[in-house]
């Protein structure tokens, strides 16, 4: 069965830092470019960060510098280190196979205060 279960979300300050963790259900999760994605309130779900089965990452502008996507394949989880967070980054955090979305889990929701 095709599982995503996000977590590490909350309530931080402006300047602060989260760590998100995305548990998957391994298979192809484990062999296939996994991303983080975030959707604001009124906005489309945007790729923030991804990286590949050999730890090659790429991330949006807007995340550059700030966040670190990692990924630990005997776990079956893929992080998102984020830091600075500015009110900007506050949505619901999302992870998920970047060549072909499955099914979205919960996601988790980071509110970032200015």
């Known amino acids: 069965q095709v599982q995503l279960v996000e977590s590490g979300g909350g309530l931080v300050q402006a300047g602060g830092s989260l760590r998100l963790s995305c548990a998957h259900s391994?298979?192809?999760?484990?062999?296939?470019?996994m991303g983080w994605y975030r959707q604001a309130p009124g906005k489309q779900r945007d790729l923030v960060a991804s990286?590949?089965?050999?730890?090659?990452?790429n991330y949006a502008d807007s995340v550059k510098g700030r966040f670190t996507i990692s990924r630990d394949n005997a776990k079956n989880t893929v992080y998102l280190q984020m830091t600075s967070l500015k009110p900007e980054d506050t949505a619901v955090y999302y992870c998920?196979?970047?060549?072909?979305?499955?099914?979205w889990g919960q996601g988790t929701q980071v509110t970032v205060s200015s």
């Open positions: 998920n196979l970047v060549a072909a979305h499955l099914d």
């Open positions: 391994g298979g192809l999760f484990n062999i296939n470019t």
């Open positions: 990286i590949t089965n050999t730890g090659s990452s």
